[in-house]
């Protein structure tokens, strides 16, 4: 079997790979727990991540020490039954998994139909006189036929996970529903004792409970659905053609058809009309429209021509066109999606660390609770407070059964300990923050904002400041070039200045930046020829060198000049300083220490560049501007966008990024980075929050927190809004599940029993439960009502 696995050479050290696990069996944070903690003790594995919520498991580990297969068989005999996930040809890596649950849930529908009929019998029996639907040894039968049938399962997978050292919800809805049944059958085989015989609280709390579990399970697929769906969109099969396209060959070799997989780059590929476009591409005949809302959430028809790009998912509308394969596999974009999105949905927020930590004790202490509760009630509280076993107590909202004929001490405490038993709840701890991840990130997705885990959620609620790149973030990363002024003649005679451009050009051959892209499209437009180039040098943030005809060419900025010998005289500096304050980008050209003249040129501001701007500061943000540009320039483009001359960073290398980030962060203020480009990685990953444009480089991509799959700088607005939407839901979870049993343990244990005599019948306290779960899984499927900004900008 072949698995999911990626495997990363790290010079000397020992090859890690990373595996996805698929593991069934866990009920609760404590079984997230128990299932980290086995698989981090083999030999091995480094880091193990497991995600309640997806039933999903992320490890690294070394593969010359242990292999997937016995990291499956570890978990499996643990009783936690599991498989690696995998990659054959052609298959659906979630299909395994979905076919699971869609067995757990019918199971679980077919047991809770019987419950609910066996719930139907007991209340009728207690309507009046009804023969034998009124005899206590009826009632001894629905509890006992409700143990075997449909708890069965539960009273199994609770016993497996004490005996495991790793007890779980089921273990303690097991303890509190068998103890139940046992007192009521001593009370039934030795009725001179005097207690009470309870068999109706079995049956109620074992159907509330496969209520809760039902619900909450259709809760928690209908959560994960996201991700399946992105799943969902890659396409099955490929038409791949001859990779010569001349008609005559084409009709002598028709199409063949392989699974996507197999496709490799560079082969050619036939598309029709409404058919998904199989990988990453340029189209390379024929024109057509494709619908990009898998990428860009957005489902407006793109008009593509030869030499455009396609991305593997998009469905392709109007026309057959014929396509070559440039990424494949997972290199594909819509695989670096589904694999950013299933990481965030395993990346765990800090603050919930904690509730990982008090679940993996919780039944422990809850085990503890209800044993200390029954020895206090036992020997002292009935002792302090008799009027607790006087007739008249309730239970829940209805009198104690048999109340009037006398209370035992020993009855009372067992159902209290009982209660204590069952309305604890980690399963409600372990699955607040990631059923709120799951829908938070894959509603995301959706829109094209490429979140990628809790821990960067929980950052960005607490930023406070953003900063923004220039060239390709603010500005369209296009610039055109407006000014060719040579020094000869000050532009004046067009030859000059074409000869400027030709050697201007041909040394920013060599690099890659917008600019340098600028002056070269400047050259072709102008149908000059380049000349031949050699010994090209890059310098980011200050220019580019290199040797054209035999003579050393330098193009950058004042500083780049002075380390090549050319002076400015007063009159270049000036005329630099008027270009660079009507907001135009230049550079200085020189040759062997002469100066041959500038270039200039104007990039675009964004046209949502000033409506983001004013939407984070609506949101409380203080907005910044970095940029390696001249003061003047970057001035400009900062008073357009409203802000102070403190918020704007200018001649700034991309070291100095990383460093002015660094000084903001000294200062206590937390930082979100807003880039596109290599330049920008150090600053990405320097930043408490990295955000890339999906347009930028894949090292800029690899670097940031919160990937922008759409050319849309107000996603930037959007990711913040997303991400501080999804946290409350993970805050407001967590609070409620540490609220309910922080209230409901002591509730339960009989607090309110000697001050207003109620207390909690096991039956209530299993359906209050399975309330917990279903709540914080409802809570966080609320976050699909989230609402996206509008493009329109708020009053400055």
């Not at 020992?14 to 128990?34: E, F, H, N």
């Not at 800090?350 to 990982?356: G, I, T």
Request: charged residues 15%; glycine residues 10%.
């Amino acid at each position: 079997m072949q698995v999911s696995s990626k495997t990363t050479i790290v010079s000397a050290e020992p090859a890690i790979a990373s595996i996805t696990l698929d593991v069934g069996g866990m009920k609760c944070a404590g079984c997230v727990k128990a299932v980290e903690r086995q698989l981090t003790q083999q030999p091995g594995v480094l880091a193990a991540r497991v995600n309640l919520a997806t039933e999903v498991a992320a490890v690294e580990y070394e593969p010359e020490n242990i292999a997937p297969a016995q990291l499956a068989e570890k978990l499996t005999a643990a009783g936690f039954p599991t498989e690696a996930r995998s990659l054959q040809s052609g298959e659906d890596p979630f299909r395994k998994q979905r076919d699971r649950q869609r067995q757990e849930i019918r199971q679980q529908i077919w047991r809770l139909a019987i419950a609910a009929i066996l719930i139907l019998l007991s209340g009728v029996g207690h309507l009046g006189n009804l023969g034998i639907l009124s005899q206590i040894e009826f009632h001894w039968a629905l509890a006992t036929i409700a143990l075997l049938v449909p708890a069965r399962s539960i009273l199994i997978d609770g016993w497996r996970g004490l005996w495991h050292g790793a007890p779980n919800m089921n273990t303690l809805v097991g303890l509190g529903s068998v103890s139940a049944y046992l007192a009521s059958c001593v009370a039934l085989l030795f009725p001179e004792l005097g207690w009470e015989c309870f068999f109706d609280e079995p049956v109620m709390l074992l159907g509330f409970i496969l209520l809760g579990r039902t619900l909450e399970q259709l809760a928690r697929q209908r959560a994960a659905a996201s991700l399946q769906a992105l799943v969902a969109l890659k396409p099955a099969t490929a038409h791949v053609l001859p990779n010569s396209l001349e008609e005559d060959n084409a009709a002598h070799h028709p199409p063949i058809d392989i699974p996507c997989d197999r496709v490799k780059v560079g082969e050619h590929l036939q598309v029709l009309p409404g058919e998904k476009i199989p990988v990453d591409g340029e189209l390379v005949t024929g024109t057509t429209t494709v619908d990009e809302s898998m990428l860009t959430g957005e489902a407006i028809a793109i008009a593509k021509q030869p030499g455009d790009t396609l991305t593997g998912g998009t469905l392709n509308q109007s026309g057959a066109i014929a396509m070559r394969a440039t990424r494949t596999g997972s290199d594909t974009t819509l695989a670096h999606i589904i694999a950013l999105v299933e990481e965030a949905q395993t990346r765990k927020a800090p603050v919930q660390q904690l509730a990982d930590t008090v679940a993996g004790y919780f039944t422990y202490g809850v085990i503890t609770i209800a044993t200390l509760t029954f020895l206090f009630w036992y020997f002292a509280g009935t002792q302090i407070w008799p009027q607790v076993l006087l007739p008249g107590m309730h239970l829940g909202a209805t009198p104690l059964h048999g109340m009037a004929q006398g209370n035992s001490p020993i009855l009372l405490s067992l159902k209290l300990a009982i209660a204590v038993l069952v309305i604890a709840c980690p399963c409600s701890l372990g699955l607040a923050t990631p059923t709120a991840l799951l829908v938070g990130t894959g509603l995301g997705a959706q829109k094209g904002l490429l979140i990628r885990g809790g821990d960067i959620l929980e950052r960005v609620a607490q930023l406070d400041t953003v900063i923004f790149d220039k060239t390709g973030t603010l500005t369209t990363g296009h610039p055109q070039v407006t000014d060719c002024i040579s020094a000869v003649d000050s532009g004046v005679d067009s030859g000059s200045d074409s000869s400027l451009l030709q050697i201007a050009a041909t040394v920013e051959t060599g690099a890659k930046h917008p600019l340098a892209e600028a002056i070269v499209r400047a050259a072709q437009e102008s149908g000059v020829e380049l000349l031949a180039g050699e010994a090209f040098h890059t310098a980011p943030g200050l220019g580019v060198s290199a040797v054209v005809d035999g003579a050393m060419v330098a193009i950058g900025t004042e500083k780049w000049m002075a380390q090549h010998g050319v002076t400015l005289s007063p009159d270049w500096i000036s005329r630099g300083m008027d270009l660079a304050q009507s907001g135009k980008t230049l550079v200085y050209v020189a040759r062997e220490k002469e100066l041959l003249g500038l270039i200039a040129a104007r990039d675009r501001l964004r046209e949502d560049a000033k409506a983001t701007v004013n939407h984070c500061r609506e949101m409380g943000l203080r907005v910044m501007l970095v940029t390696g540009d001249r003061a003047d320039v970057a001035r400009a483009i900062g008073e357009s966008l409203g802000l102070s001359e403190a918020d704007v960073f200018s001649q700034v290398l991309p070291a100095g990024k990383a460093e002015a980030i660094a000084q903001l962060q000294a200062r206590g203020q937390r930082v979100a980075m807003v880039g596109d480009g290599i330049n920008d990685a150090p600053a990405l990953a320097q930043a408490n929050v990295g955000m890339s444009l999906h347009g930028g480089t894949d090292v800029a991509v690899e670097t940031a927190g919160i990937v922008l799959m759409r050319d849309s700088l107000m996603d930037v607005v959007q990711a913040i809004a997303l991400s501080r939407a999804t946290f409350r839901k993970i805050r407001q979870n967590l609070f409620w599940a540490f609220a309910y049993n922080t209230l409901g343990i002591p509730v339960a244990a009989g607090l309110l029993l000697p001050v207003w005599g109620v207390i909690l019948n096991p039956a209530a306290a299993g359906a209050l439960m399975a309330f917990s779960s279903v709540s914080v899984v409802t809570n966080s499927l609320l976050l699909r009502r989230h609402r996206f900004a509008s493009l329109k900008s708020p009053a400055p």
